[in-house]
DNA sequence: GTATGGATCTTCT
DNA sequence: GAAGATCCATACA
């Protein structure tokens, strides 16, 4: 039914990716969680790997989009990216949460906590409770065990703010969530409304 | 409820 | 040798 999205979703600005992909559906074997979070990196961004430019671990995000970017994080943590814009631009939209739809109780085994909130609300939760591993770096979207589907309705309010958790280039409003995913609990500091 | 610090390891300088 | 796109447990208000 929901149709998986193709090389040419991913292949325009980043900016846009990130934005459109907020109410989209991360898919990964028997697992499968909304979108509802995303932060956009890009070349010309100091906090992006690839604002370093080429180098063997960064030469995915210069190449074609999508393609799935996964790297370890502060030594434990696997981080999901989506590569994004032509072959040449060093680029990738982050994914930071999710909401749990399918394969909840898998999710559960491989987490080992006890809400649903807490499975996937997270850039390193996620990935843990998909079963997304760095041996997944370089797979494509298109064809490979990692899916990302299209929206099934409309995600609402979107938010935008100031990226967390880094120290360079921080200022700029490039997060993006579903207000919805926020009735409940105080907004993070730095987002502001948008649409 | 908010605040703080430790774990842990890949990558680049 | 140092830094980092994080998470979790613990401490305190």
Known sequence: MTERLGRDFFDRPVLTVAQDLVGCV???????????????????????????????????????????????????????????????????????????????????????IPRDLDLCNGPGKLSQALGIELTEHGTSLVDGPIAIEARRADPGELLVGTRIGITKAAELPWRFCAASRYVSRPWPPGLRERI
């Not at 430019?53 to 999508?66: D, F, H, K, M, N």
């Not at 434990?76 to 949460?97: D, K, M, Q």
């Not at 749990?100 to 109780?105: A, E, I, K």
Request: with cysteine.
């Open 26 to 112: 991360l898919r990964h074997g028997a697992t499968a969680g909304v979108i509802v979070e995303t932060e956009a990196y890009h070349h010309t961004d100091a906090a992006c790997h690839a604002h370093v430019g080429v180098t063997e671990r960064t030469s995915i995000l210069w190449g074609p989009p999508a393609v799935a970017y996964v790297y370890r994080s502060y030594g434990i943590h696997a981080l999901f990216n989506a590569v994004c814009e032509p072959e040449g631009e060093g680029t990738a939209v982050l994914i930071r949460a999710l909401e749990p739809l399918s394969g909840v109780d898998l999710m559960h085994e491989r987490r080992q």
